[in-house]
């Protein structure tokens, strides 16, 4: 791990909720509201509960097991698990798991993807275990 991750996991770990609370709530201001949150990038999992405006009831959502990797010259994300409280958002959730995704990563950007890929390196890479071609 270089101490560029290192420095960036410390970070996100030493946040305070309120900060991350506050900066979201203002960019989301105009149609929902963050209640609650956590990120744990050692172990993959983030939960996040939001309120849409005019709702009454909170979206709950945990994601857990996601990674960015390098392949082939591409850069993919995968998310293995995802659930949440509301039964559409599960339907959307079991179309994305356990599938390979592309992101177009532009020449320019590139160092800082490769920064990601590091900072959510599996700890199947870290292991030397071979994950599975795009399904």
Known sequence: M???????????KWTPKTMVLWV???V??????MTDFSC???THK?????KLLGESETIDVWLEDFTITHNEGSYQFILNYAKSNKPWLESLFARVTG????????PQYDHYAQLLVELL?????ENNLVLPSKL
Request: net charge positive; no cysteine.
């Open 2 to 12: 270089s101490y560029k991750t290192f420095l960036i996991k410390k970070a996100v």
């Open 24 to 26: 979201a709530n203002i």
């Open 28 to 33: 989301l201001k105009d149609f929902a509201e």
């Open 40 to 42: 744990d990038l050692d």
């Open 46 to 50: 983030v939960y996040v509960q939001t």
């Open 99 to 106: 599938k390979f995704w592309e992101l177009p990563i532009p």
């Open 121 to 125: 390196a599996s700890k199947a890479l």
